[in-house]
């Protein structure tokens, strides 16, 4: 079995700072990894995901992860957030075999401050 | 492509009650999966499904079932509602070919049970 561990349950931050956020899975065999985005009252977007080949991802809106095999991570960065990003972030992994079914993480709160 | 709907957005039942979530999918999608998100926990899986007349439990599937009649369907019913029932459910659709780990979220169901 798989387990995902989110570092931080909220992270506050000021418009156009940096901010990364912070996954770590725990896994016998090989996983896919994904990071989620849950605006406000609404359903899960994919931002980005790891199958395979180069460990930085980049993804949509300007963010971009890296997969650490040693380290079992799989940070969430941007190098400037913009108001918009105000949400909350889901890592999630899933084995190549399992249907597509995913285990997440506990969740991240982003809050962009002007 | 309406993509992944559900119904109803809210609900409010009382202990005890019985009713049924609705989710289709016109993606023409192999996978489908029920998830429950609670704060703190992010989400979980609930029962999914890999074809018409294939179903399986996921983590948590204690008070809930499900059938696949149909490729675009895939209902989840709630028999005797608990308070510990109380949740945000997603129902997820996932492709069995092509882009086979991108999974689509639909908006959600509120259910509130008092």
């Known amino acids: 079995a798989q387990s995902v561990t989110q570092l931080d349950s909220q992270v506050p931050v000021f418009e156009e700072a940096p901010v990364e956020l912070r996954c770590n899975y725990s896994?016998?065999?090989?996983?896919?990894l994904f990071w989620y985005v849950q605006y406000p009252n609404q359903g899960l977007q994919l931002l980005l995901k790891?199958?395979?080949?180069?460990?930085l991802v980049k993804g949509i809106n300007g963010f971009e992860a890296e997969f650490n095999k040693s380290q079992t991570s799989f940070h969430l960065r941007k190098p400037s957030v913009h108001i918009s990003d105000t949400a909350e972030y889901f890592c999630?992994?899933?084995?190549?075999?399992?249907?597509?079914?995913?285990?997440f993480g506990q969740g991240t709160i982003l809050t962009v401050h002007p | 492509n309406a993509g992944v709907t559900q119904t109803p957005k809210f609900q409010v039942l009382k202990t005890g009650q019985s009713m049924t979530l609705q989710c289709a999918q016109d993606?023409?999608?192999?996978?489908m999966s029920w998830y429950r998100q609670d704060p703190g926990m992010g989400l979980r899986l609930i029962h999914y499904?890999?074809?018409?007349?294939?179903?399986d439990q996921g983590e948590v599937p204690n008070g809930y079932n499900v059938s696949r009649s149909t490729t675009e369907d895939f209902p989840l019913r709630l028999l005797s509602a608990a308070p510990s029932q109380t949740s945000v459910y997603f129902c997820?659709?996932?492709?069995?070919?092509?882009?086979?780990?991108?999974?689509?979220f639909g908006p959600g169901t509120r259910l509130l049970v008092l």
């Open positions: 896994s016998s065999v090989s996983v896919y």
């Open positions: 790891y199958l395979s080949g180069s460990t």
């Open positions: 999630a992994v899933s084995r190549g075999t399992s249907y597509g079914k995913l285990t």
């Open positions: 499904s890999v074809g018409a007349g294939i179903t």
């Open positions: 997820a659709s996932r492709s069995a070919s092509g882009d086979k780990e991108t999974q689509y």
């Open positions: 993606m023409n999608h192999e996978y």
